[in-house]
Each structure stands twice: as C-alpha cells, then as structure tokens.
C-alpha cells in the first residue's frame, strides 16, 4: 500500500508539474502495485482522476479562467462520449483495455516530447467541429480510464484557439465532467463481473493525489518545464512498452 500511495503522490506531482499526464499513471498504479482487476481499476481511476480535477479547476473557475463555451461544446459532448465508451468496454477483455491503454501511453509521450509550444488559432472553431472532438476524446477517456489532459489542452488551444492558461482551467473542468460520466456507467458494469469499486482506495487516491498536484504546482516554477515534459515523456514510453509485455 506505501507503493501505491507513493504512486498516488507521483500522479499528483505530474499534474502539478505539467498540467497533464498523471491521470495516465492511474491505472498502471491499481493494477501493478495494488493487484486489481483491470476493469475494476480502470472505473476508480475516472473516480479519482475527476475528483483531482475538479479540485484543480476550482480555482481556475474563481478566476475566470474557464471558458464555459467550450465546456458547453466539447465538455458535454465528451460525457455522452465517455459513456459510449465505458459501454464499449463490455464487449472486450481487460487484457485489450490494457493494450490500448499502453498505445494511449505511447500517443501520450509524443505529445508531451513535442518541442513546438502551442499557439492558438486566430479564429473561432466552428461549434459542430468541437462537438465531435469532444465525443472522441470522451469515447478514449471512457475505454481506457484517462482524463485526457494531453489530448484536450492541444485541442481547445490549437483548435478553440484558447490561450494556453484558459485551456488549462476549461480542460480541468471538462476532464471532471468526463470522467464521472464514465464512472457512472462503470457503476453499472462491474456488478455483473463479479467486481466493486473501492472507494476507500479511490478517495485516498484523490486526497493524496490533490496534495500532490498543489506540490507539484509549487516546485514547477523553479524546474526546466521543457526537461520535465521529455523525463515524462520517456517514462510514458517505458511504462507502456512493459504494459505491452505483460499482456502479450
């Protein structure tokens, strides 16, 4: 349990550090340190990783610093997409969510290595487009159990044409939405596995975890951001070449 806690705390810190990315390291966490059934895992880590942001966007959203358009257009769409793709999961093995998962790992670096910075659009994206974003992102968050951070901050910057801090703010708020939406869904499939939900676990998860983002906050102002992303990068590479192994 102090290995899954330390976990817990990791997930948190990359949050804090990078804005995105620890949400990915949830899974792999209940699985490998704490033993849990795939599926099982999968629905807690949307617990946890909506409860970390909705407390992470709670300030945000006192600032101002959350555009409600695109929680409208691309937040609400991905909850029907993250159920879509929770009920999707029925109809697989564990062992295929997990590989998945690890591809969504790989994906994950790629965008985190990336050197370019982000720079917004100088026009409105049209509505229909973002709808169809979100429904996609959803459908990933709900298969695989990730908030999408890495996914939807590139989203709403190069396509809403967000600035970068605002992105922040409206993706918290929109992972939140996400991933309860597909928590939800979870609710109703794991009974018939013959699986539960640990909420002891989960909340303690969300607890740690919040400490550890409001720390990572703090340190992130005095480390090499673009350093931090690559290390996280190669992490992500390593973790889900040994997810692959183990399922193979």
Do not use: C, D
């Amino acid at each position: 349990m102090t290995l899954a806690l330390l976990g817990a705390l990791l997930i948190g810190l990359s949050l804090g550090l990078l804005g995105s990315g620890g949400s990915i390291l949830t899974v792999p966490v209940l699985v490998y340190l704490l033993g849990e059934h795939p599926k099982q895992a999968i629905a807690e880590s949307l617990l946890i990783v909506g409860g970390i942001a909705l407390l992470g966007a709670i300030p945000y959203a006192l600032r101002g610093l959350v555009s409600w358009r695109n929680v409208l257009f691309f937040g609400l769409p991905g909850m029907a997409g993250t159920y879509l793709g929770a009920w999707l999961s029925q109809f697989v093995s564990g062992q295929v969510q997990l590989l998945t998962f690890a591809l969504v790992m790989i994906l994950a670096a790629y965008f985190m290595a990336r050197p370019t910075p982000l720079r917004p659009t100088a026009h409105k994206r049209q509505a229909w487009k973002i709808v169809l974003e979100g429904t996609a992102v959803g459908a990933l968050t709900g298969f695989v159990g990730v908030g999408g951070g890495f996914l939807i901050v590139p989203a709403l910057v190069l396509l809403g044409g967000l600035p970068m801090h605002l992105a922040v703010g409206t993706s918290l708020l929109i992972i939140a939405l996400k991933s309860f939406a597909g928590f939800y869904k979870y609710l109703h499939l794991l009974p018939a596995l013959g699986l539960s939900v640990n909420f002891a676990n989960a909340g303690l998860f969300v607890l740690v975890g919040t400490l550890g983002s409001l720390l990572g906050g703090r340190v992130a102002v005095r480390l090499p951001h673009e350093a931090l992303k690559r290390g996280f990068a190669l992490f992500l590479v390593v973790m889900g070449v040994y997810i692959v192994a183990q399922n193979l």
